[in-house]
């Protein structure tokens, strides 16, 4: 039996060797059938990225499905924008990718959704319920097989063919899935392009593929200044999240980029709504906010971002950690190739290369995405004593951890959805406010780690 942790708020995510059984993963199979037939129909695109672990995790889930009663089609290994993608195109009931993601490489899951919704929240603990007593619905599914990727490259490509001028980029794939289907893209594109580690490789010879990570970033850093780019762009594992470099190699963080990307549609769509999230910088909130624009700050995590969206109304939404939902233009996941495409647009447009498109802005320091090991177990129970210590002080926004406020910034702290640790984050007006709630809030969890 699969243990109730691994069902997280917005996937199904663990340790495949250890947390993943064929067996318990057939079962799993039978499960999510059973929920998309109950609530969208049986008919499930299945992709999976190309970790180690995917092609037996495929084979277990497969044969699950299929005894749910679900007619499956595989599109095979694809970028799980692809799998969204494909549900839209092969009017599917609903889709389920295997994906690691940018956990590492030991790690494999389950990202689902009905119909063109994700699956997340309740809805994965109702499957977690469905396991639990076995209230399997059964059938002999059929089993097919599909393209998805020559129409999701042909779609894309099709709204960059005329760019105005021709940009330098540098593009690092990781060794995930996303390098031969970009490869494709840009053959359709006026882009002087360098290719690095387009390869899918479940071994990550070259880096992790997590361009959260400065350390990932440094082969696309020293790359572009040789090449004397415009930019570089780098994808995650699965290739819904963007990293990118300016063309010092300066990384360009995702909250500037979804700042971008948003005045570029202000300009068309005045007064539109964005959703971040609260890892986000208050320079870009204040931005948007300053160009007419309604700027909303909300949870991490692609799914409830992706549901905020829609009862919003939002054009687009982003996370730190570079998942960018394109409403503008586009169907409203996530997808790195489609941002890529859309930051060479704003750059060739400019006539000037990505750092010129922060200039101009407030300065302020921060840190990047900070992650401090707590078991799942633990820590909610964490943040929850941070939230109680500082709202007898402090003003704290809490739609998602604990965001404290102080004079000159503000720090944050929130429990990961995806990983057992806790994720912390803090921008200042100087590196000396920065270090000082630095060192405050990291004291005051580990007070909050060793009361639990």
């Not at 064929?22 to 999510?32: E, T, Y």
């Not at 594109?189 to 880096?207: E, K, M, Q, Y």
């Not at 005045?263 to 910088?281: D, H, N, Q, W």
Request: proline content about 5%.
């Amino acid at each position: 039996m699969l243990k109730p942790t691994i069902f997280r708020e917005y996937d199904i995510r663990g340790i495949a060797e250890e947390d993943l059984l064929s067996p318990d993963v057939v079962n799993l199979g039978r499960a999510i059938g059973t929920y998309l037939r109950r609530h969208s129909g049986p008919k499930v695109a299945l992709g999976r990225d190309v970790r180690l672990s995917g092609t037996r995790l495929h084979a277990a889930l497969l044969e699950g499905l299929r005894a749910a009663g679900c007619d499956v089609t595989d599109i095979g290994v694809v970028p799980t924008p692809v799998l969204y993608f494909s549900v839209h195109h092969l009017h599917a009931d609903g889709g389920v990718m295997i994906t690691g993601s940018h956990n590492p490489a030991e790690y494999n899951g389950f990202k689902m959704m009905t119909a063109t919704k994700s699956v997340f929240g309740a809805a994965i603990q109702e499957i977690y319920r469905i396991l639990a007593a076995e209230d399997f619905s059964t059938g002999t599914g059929l089993l097919s097989h599909a393209d998805a990727v020559t129409p999701y490259v042909d779609q894309v490509a099709a709204q960059f063919t005329a760019l105005s001028r021709r940009v330098k980029v540098v593009v690092d794939a990781g060794n995930g899935t996303g390098g031969p289907v970009m490869e494709r893209i840009l053959a359709k594109l006026n882009i002087d392009a360098t290719p690095l580690f387009f390869a899918p490789d479940g071994n990550f010879p070259n880096h992790h593929p997590d361009p959260t990570v400065l350390e990932n970033l440094a082969h696309l850093a020293r790359a572009v200044r040789a090449e004397k780019a415009d930019l570089g762009i780098a994808f995650d594992g699965d290739t819904d999240r963007i990293g990118a470099v300016d063309e010092h190699g300066e990384v360009v963080y995702g909250d500037f980029l979804l700042l971008i990307y948003a005045r570029e549609i202000l300009t068309r769509k005045p007064g539109a709504t964005f959703i971040g999230e609260v890892k986000c910088s208050q320079v870009m909130y204040d931005e948007l906010e300053r160009l007419g624009g309604r700027p909303i700050m909300y949870k991490t995590g692609h799914s409830l971002i992706k549901t905020k969206m829609k009862e919003e109304h939002a054009e687009l939404a982003g996370e730190m950690s570079g998942h960018m939902f394109f409403a503008d233009r586009y169907h409203g996941f996530d997808d790195a190739m489609y941002a890529a495409c859309r930051l060479i647009e704003i750059v060739a447009d400019s006539g000037r290369p990505l750092s010129a498109q922060v200039e101009g802005l407030p300065k302020t320091v921060s840190t990047p995405e900070l992650r401090i090991d707590c078991p799942d177990e633990e820590k909610f129970d964490v943040v929850a004593r941070l939230a109680a210590r500082y709202k007898a002080t402090h003003k704290v926004v809490d739609v998602d951890g604990v965001r404290v406020l102080f004079p000159e910034g503000w720090g944050l702290v929130r429990a990961s959805n995806t990983q057992p640790v806790l994720v912390m984050r803090f921008e200042a007006a100087n590196d000396q406010a920065l270090n000082s709630y630095r060192r405050e809030m990291e004291a005051a969890v580990a007070a909050a780690k060793a009361a639990v």
